[in-house]
């Protein structure tokens, strides 16, 4: 963790933390965290998505492979869309399901990424949905997915280590949401 007291220190750690590719996230704090905050998102672009983690009859987790490694679907929020609703369309489009089931909400995780020069910093908004493995499913390959797939426990365990580690806490908080579900 680092402390930050002024912040105009802000600059510096992202540099820091930039450099240090081992490290899988940063965690500011100090006396002034809304006057830190302000200074942090002022750096990036503000990006708003959802996503779903999504369960079949069986229990499995809906995953998709994109850019070499696995995801949960999730995309950006439309101007005017509701959180909710943009999360259920990004799981039918990403995934090629007709019929999602909208549960309760999640979580939420933050992540920076760097395109076409721009810095981004997203928010996604995740929630728990439902959907049949009876339905077929098809990667929405004009973003970069090429496999959609249910995984069952160990399969699981194994995207935990080719994942995002922004993604990790969405996994934990399903696994506990279905833990608490039986």
């Given at each position: 963790m680092l402390r930050i007291?002024?912040?105009?220190e802000?600059?510096?750690?992202?540099k820091q933390f930039e450099r240090r590719m081992e490290l899988a996230g940063l965690v500011l704090h100090g006396?002034?965290?809304p006057r830190i905050w302000k200074e942090f998102r002022s750096r990036y672009v503000f990006v708003q998505a959802a996503g779903?983690?999504?369960?079949?009859?069986?229990?499995r987790l809906l995953a998709i492979h994109r850019l070499g490694r696995w995801d949960l679907p999730k995309g950006k929020v439309e101007k005017g869309e509701e959180i909710p609703v943009a999360a259920v369309r990004e799981v039918q489009e990403e995934c090629g399901l007709q019929q999602v089931t909208l549960?309760?909400?999640?979580?939420h995780t933050w992540h920076t990424y760097e395109r076409k020069g721009e810095l981004h910093l997203k928010r996604t908004d995740w929630?728990?949905?439902?959907?049949?493995?009876k339905e077929a499913l098809v990667p929405q390959t004009n973003e970069d997915i090429t496999e959609v797939r249910w995984l069952n426990a160990a399969e699981v365990e194994r995207l935990k280590s080719e994942t995002y580690?922004?993604?990790?806490s969405v996994v934990e908080a399903w696994e506990a949401a279905a833990r608490s579900r039986t």
């Amino acid at each position: 963790m680092l402390r930050i007291d002024d912040p105009r220190e802000v600059g510096l750690a992202v540099k820091q933390f930039e450099r240090r590719m081992e490290l899988a996230g940063l965690v500011l704090h100090g006396a002034d965290v809304p006057r830190i905050w302000k200074e942090f998102r002022s750096r990036y672009v503000f990006v708003q998505a959802a996503g779903g983690a999504v369960t079949d009859e069986q229990g499995r987790l809906l995953a998709i492979h994109r850019l070499g490694r696995w995801d949960l679907p999730k995309g950006k929020v439309e101007k005017g869309e509701e959180i909710p609703v943009a999360a259920v369309r990004e799981v039918q489009e990403e995934c090629g399901l007709q019929q999602v089931t909208l549960g309760e909400s999640l979580c939420h995780t933050w992540h920076t990424y760097e395109r076409k020069g721009e810095l981004h910093l997203k928010r996604t908004d995740w929630f728990l949905m439902q959907a049949s493995s009876k339905e077929a499913l098809v990667p929405q390959t004009n973003e970069d997915i090429t496999e959609v797939r249910w995984l069952n426990a160990a399969e699981v365990e194994r995207l935990k280590s080719e994942t995002y580690p922004s993604l990790l806490s969405v996994v934990e908080a399903w696994e506990a949401a279905a833990r608490s579900r039986t």
